[in-house]
């Protein structure tokens, strides 16, 4: 289990993996297989934008 931080809120995942993208809209973050099932991906929550995550753009907390 880890938490993750992110701007303007925190999730508690039972899964050890960085996430792999952030919702541009409200900044939760989401794993690439919260997805599996979508032709196109969008935040569950707002259904925002999501950007991946990599080492240059990192979350933003
Ligand atoms: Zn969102």
Known sequence: MQ???YKG???MVDR???PD???K???????RDDF???????CQNCH???RNITN???IEI
Do not use: H, R
């Not at 809209?25 to 794993?31: E, G, H, I, L, M």
């Not at 599996?36 to 969008?42: K, R």
């Open 21 to 23: 993208y952030q919702c």
């Open 48 to 50: 925002g934008q999501l």
């Open 3 to 5: 938490v993750i931080k």
């Open 56 to 58: 240059d753009d990192p």
């Open 36 to 42: 599996e099932q979508s032709l196109f991906i969008a």
């Open 16 to 18: 050890s993996d960085a």
């Open 9 to 11: 809120g925190m999730t």
């Open 25 to 31: 809209n409200c900044f939760k973050v989401w794993w």
